[in-house]
């Protein structure tokens, strides 16, 4: 798979907590110990592919998408840091990253699952990852260990904005469209055709259900598709092959496979882009949902050259 704006290879992976604060068994999990970290980013985030499988989840305004995945090795340009695996590509911008902490949280069924969670100035969830029972709980107790800041009381946590907490109050269509709050969350960018080659692109009304019936024929096809997420934590690309889809509210789609999740907010969606591009010789076709700002909620592509045909002549036909 190749992220088009990095010239490398695009990606997947796994399924996570559908709902807020709850995990695949069903349990409601409870977070029994929390502490900071030091924000000694360039000491955290190399150390972490060596933990082996991790569950990563990162978000924007719209979307949430998360997969167990092995992170790749991230290399550090500034603030920036950057891996690619076969099935994922990781864009890490720290600009925004605030404030980092571990937490643990007790699953009752499932047992404990020790994360690394970072957030904005206001408490925003940016990005997650966490290691599950029974993996490298103990090499990154030490490695957090090493960075550890101070213990946080539980009752402090009840004002984050934590990585399940996306609901339509907070989207942009329902805040309402207004300078304080754009620039409150900085929003991720379509593809730049100064950079990204692009090709018979074509705009469609928010409203369609595209998106569904995009992924619901990659379900009914075994068709794996690249899924971008980028906002203020950076991007992330994974590859992900819908294995079921379910509307789990009015507006909201999940979209998830063993160890894969997409959470996306219909409602935000104001326009849809479907175009194609080249990448180190090999052409690829896109679906982009935009929001009312003209910041991308998610990116999706394809291998197959000539979906962004199909797909075009699927939304002319809605």
């Not at 970290?37 to 998408?65: K, T, V």
């Not at 408490?123 to 090499?139: I, K, M, N, W, Y």
Request: net charge negative; aromatic share 10%.
């Amino acid at each position: 798979m190749h992220d088009p704006e990095h010239n490398a290879s695009r990606l997947p992976p796994s399924t996570p907590p559908r709902k807020e604060h709850q995990c695949s068994c069903g349990c409601q999990p409870e977070a029994v110990y929390v502490a900071e970290l030091q924000r000694d980013y360039a000491g955290i985030l190399p150390e972490l592919c060596s933990l082996g499988e991790m569950i990563c989840f990162a978000r924007n305004r719209h979307c949430i998408l998360g997969g167990l995945i092995a992170l790749p090795d991230l290399r550090g340009d500034g603030p920036t840091f950057t891996g690619t695996t076969p099935r994922s590509d990781f864009h890490l911008d720290t600009t925004q990253w605030s404030h980092a902490y571990t937490v643990h949280e007790r699953h009752k069924s499932c047992g404990t699952f020790i994360g690394l969670e970072f957030y904005d100035a206001n408490h925003r969830a940016l990005f997650r990852t966490c290691v599950s029972p029974g993996s490298e709980q103990r090499d990154l107790q030490g490695l957090v260990h090493n960075f550890h800041r101070r213990g946080v009381p539980l009752e402090e946590m009840a004002a984050w904005h934590r990585m399940g907490r996306l609901t339509p109050a907070h989207t942009a269509l329902h805040a309402g469209v207004t300078d304080r709050f754009a620039r409150a969350d900085l929003p991720s960018t379509p593809f730049d055709a100064t950079r990204v080659p692009i090709k018979n692109e074509a705009g469609f009304d928010g409203s369609l259900p595209l998106a569904n019936a995009i992924l619901a024929d990659a379900q009914e096809e075994a068709q794996e598709l690249g899924v971008t997420v980028s906002g203020g934590f950076g991007r992330m690309s994974l590859a992900f092959t819908p294995y079921m889809l379910e509307n789990i509210s009015e507006s909201w789609l999940y979209a998830g496979e063993p160890g894969y999740a997409l959470r996306l907010d219909l409602s935000a969606v104001n326009t849809y882009w479907i175009g194609s591009y080249e990448a180190d010789g090999h052409h690829f076709s896109y679906l982009e949902a935009v929001d009312a700002f003209g910041g991308l909620i998610t990116r999706i592509c394809s291998a197959n050259p000539d979906s962004h045909r199909y797909w075009r002549s699927l939304a002319a036909s809605m």
